[in-house]
């Protein structure tokens, strides 16, 4: 701002703009000129002063300094200004400078409270709260009746846990006062209820809410009093309140929350909560209290519950042990567990649909009426045995499929359903024998339903010796069975398994008469396939129907034999890797 | 009671063998809840398995006087062609609890409407988690294991779960693997900590967290 020298003359009309610009507020204004002045007249103290002060009100605060140390430059005796700039360096919180001014000001005004007041506020910058409570001391015994200075000191012996000493300082203030303000009451009150005198701090806020029941936070501070004496309804009644005052106070609302909690008013609280972490979403506090809360209601306030049970468990007689289950209770486990398995097994097999046993079905019709048709033509219209193409494959196809589907099924029963060995009481056995289980009611159904077919075509395929058909059928579902628990433990191992099973059953399907009858292989072939345990069953199945069979070479006890053994083989491997069964990797 | 016998379990990784337990011996008493605290890959969940019968010990024995549950809301054993009535009637028959009851109760916990009818291929993982939850607390355990507690549903339905649960707790004891030692001292008094194949127990729950923690930051 170098400019042309300024007569008198000019300096008149400057100040003349500036006191205009002044009374209109237009500080901004009045700082440019505020500067030309105080510049023009480096060593008028005065007008150094007068420029800071307007810097001051327009905000401009390091200018506002910069001219008030030059009046403590030019007249360093002037306390006002020193007090000024400690004042302005307090502002921009260069404590420390402060300080140093200040108690200079201090040594020029030794009786003046404001310089103290000003130290506090400086020490306290600092962190030096002893000599902040010493020069607030000072500031209060020159002047006990300050509102300022008194609540200063207070606050300091609160800080310092001298609470008696905070408390004796707002009594004497107040006893001075013939009005006391509101103000004071809540501070006394916050006082009180710091040296736990309960009461007594309810009663300065009442005498504070009384004076004046606008305010929110006064309202707050008596819910806390009340909180603190267990008084927790009239707490949210109190904090309600202040809600109402004044729905904007996020402290008020806060405090509803914790009041809310401690009522155990838990869904209100979220909501609440919710309600301030969505006005302030960036809020860590608002944030880790809901946290809070989301965990207390997931846990449903197990800490307090908690120690119930635990008394309750106590207190309660102890649990029976379980009996040790009788062999009757055992095999209805069994049963149940079985019966449980084959239902699952055949319900995820089918699904709801009534149509399922049209599709069990099937297999075994396309099957038979394949053999049947193209045999017709090709054996002249004479079946092996009987005279229908259909009953004679049928006799044959039927024990078949229940070999196959026993050695197909078990081999995976345990791989594919190995899920259910999380449940300690299902035992890969009884995997095993559900579908074993299955098999045969399938089997039984099928059977039953082509004797219903057959009716309907007017032949009669109800077998003439029902107890061998039925035997034949058992002995076939005994060396299935057999044969599938091998395949089964097989399967625990590799899945040549199941590569071998298929070969097998291809193999079976010609060896065991399925589709033909033994007599008419050459006697050599016969004298091989007679080893084939399956060749033995199914001609025993036939045997019941057709009763002048006669399969001379029909060896029971050798099949029977067969199939025990491959019975007690297949129970044993799955006992011997009934744990290898079980794991699930 | 559930007491484990001189017992040893080997288990094996892709990355090699992991000795979980090395001839230990040790009890689970009737009338406490056990939170059982230890590292990853220490072994805590076939820990768990074993206690629940669904794993054997390499050696040893496992004796057990309880009706032990299967991990609580483990939904591995339900088939997915299957409604949700009907994967709950399973359980109940193995269990030995009737089935109509089992269903009465799981429809109305689980709150799955119409859909408690229909396949579970339609399911929502958070409607398998339900009817998981209602079938485990339909049947009437004597221990109930838990690996790591599984939050299920809306803030309402967590906290139906958690009643239900604490409510049962009163007559049933609990076993419980957690990573978090906040959710594992809101349910269990006794802890265990699982460590070099063996499992060390604590009189409180607070000493066993205490003791995992600091562990953990060794």
Not at chain 1, 473 to 501: D, H, M, N, P, Y
Request: glycine share 6%.
């Amino acid at each position: 701002m170098e400019g042309p020298p300024f007569d008198q003359h000019d300096m008149e009309t400057l100040r003349k703009l500036r006191k205009d610009n002044v009374h209109s507020g237009n500080w901004g204004m009045a700082a440019k000129y505020a500067r030309v002045i105080a510049d023009e007249l480096p060593e008028d103290a005065s007008e150094q002063r007068a420029a800071s002060e307007i810097f001051l009100r327009s905000e401009e605060i390091s200018e506002a300094l910069r001219y008030a140390q030059r009046a403590v430059r030019v007249a360093p005796d002037v306390v006002e200004y020193h007090l000024h700039a400690g004042v302005l360096l307090n502002r921009m919180e260069n404590f420390s400078a402060a300080i140093a001014i200040l108690l200079e000001t201090a040594d020029l005004a030794p009786e003046l409270p404001e310089v103290y007041a000003q130290l506090v506020t400086a020490f306290r910058g600092v962190g030096d709260l002893v000599r902040a409570e010493k020069v607030a001391q000072k500031a209060w015994s020159l002047d006990p009746n300050s509102e300022h200075h008194s609540y200063t000191l207070a606050w300091l012996y609160e800080q310092s846990g001298a609470w008696d000493d905070a408390i004796h300082v707002m009594q004497t203030f107040m006893a001075q006062r013939s009005e006391v303000p509101p103000e004071a009451h809540r501070k006394l009150s916050g006082h009180f209820m710091q040296n736990q005198q309960l009461l007594a701090a309810l009663a300065e806020i009442d005498a504070a809410i009384e004076a004046d029941s606008t305010l929110a936070e006064y309202h707050i501070h008596r819910s806390c009093i009340l909180l603190e004496m267990g008084e927790r309804e009239a707490a949210e009644e109190s904090v309600s309140r202040a809600v109402e005052l004044d729905s904007n106070n996020l402290s008020a609302r806060r405090h509803l929350v914790t009041v809310l909690i401690e009522n155990g008013n838990t869904q209100e609280a979220l909501r609440r909560g919710a309600e301030l972490l969505s006005l302030r979403p960036e809020d860590p506090e608002y944030a880790s209290c809901m946290r809070h809360l989301l965990d207390a209601q997931s846990m449903a306030g197990t800490t307090v519950e908690l120690v119930q049970i635990a008394e309750m468990k106590r207190a309660a007689p102890p649990r029976p042990a379980p009996p040790r289950p009788s062999f009757w209770r055992a095999l209805n486990v069994q049963i149940g567990t079985l019966f449980a398995l084959a239902l699952r097994d055949i319900r995820s097999r089918h699904g709801e649909s009534k149509l399922s046993f049209v599709w069990v079905l099937t297999e075994p019709v396309i099957h038979i009426g394949v053999l049947a048709i193209v045999f017709q033509y090709t054996m002249k219209g004479v079946p092996p045995i009987g005279d229908n193409f259909f009953l004679f494959y049928f006799t044959g196809v039927l024990p078949y499929l229940l070999i196959s589907h026993l050695i197909s099924h078990l081999g995976h029963a345990v791989r594919s359903q190995k899920v259910l060995m999380q449940i300690p009481r299902v035992s890969p056995m009884d995997l095993l024998l559900a579908r074993v289980v299955v098999e045969a009611f399938t089997t039984g159904v099928v059977f039953f339903l082509f004797i219903g077919m057959f009716a309907m075509t007017g032949t009669n395929a109800v077998p003439p010796d029902p107890i061998t058909v039925l035997a034949g059928f058992g002995l076939t579902l005994l060396l299935g069975t057999g044969t599938g628990l091998i395949f089964a433990a097989v399967a625990e191992f590799s899945r040549i398994g199941e590569q071998i099973s298929s070969l097998l059953l291809r193999f079976l399907y010609f060896a065991s008469g399925v589709f033909y009858v033994p007599h008419m292989m050459p006697l050599q072939a016969r004298e091989t396939l007679v080893w084939n345990p399956f060749l033995h069953v199914v001609d025993y199945v036939r045997l019941g129907y057709f009763p002048y069979y006669d399969p001379f070479w029909l060896d029971l006890k050798y099949a029977l034999t067969c199939a025990v053994v491959s019975v007690v083989i297949g129970l044993s491997l799955v006992t011997i890797l009934r744990r290898k069964m079980r794991m699930i990797q | 009671m559930i007491e484990f016998e001189r017992v040893s379990k080997i288990y094996h990784t892709r990355e090699g063998h992991k000795q979980i337990l090395s001839d230990a011996s040790f009890c689970f008493e009737a009338g406490h809840n056990y939170g059982i605290l230890g590292g990853n890959g220490m072994g805590k969940s076939t820990l768990l398995r074993m206690i629940a019968g669904a794993e054997f010990p390499d050696a040893g024995q496992i004796h057990r006087r309880a009706r032990v549950s299967f991990p609580l809301g483990f939904s591995g054993t339900f088939h997915t062609h299957l409604s949700g009535r009907q994967n709950a009637n399973f359980l109940a028959r193995i269990y030995g609890v009737d089935p109509n009851g089992m269903s009465e109760f799981v429809a109305e916990f689980s709150e799955l409407g119409p859909y408690f009818d229909m396949p579970m291929e339609t399911y929502s993982s958070g409607m398998v988690a339900k009817l998981a939850f209602g079938v485990s607390l339909a049947i009437d355990f004597d221990v109930y294991l838990v690996d790591e507690v599984t939050e299920v549903g809306d803030a309402r339905f967590r906290r139906k779960c958690s009643e239900a649960f604490m409510s049962r707790m009163s007559r049933s004891d609990i076993i419980m693997v957690s990573h978090n030692s906040h959710t594992i001292k809101a349910y269990c008094d006794r802890g265990a900590i699982l460590k070099d194949g063996h499992l060390h127990f604590f009189d409180s729950i607070n000493e066993a967290v205490r003791e995992h923690d600091r562990m953990m930051e060794e």
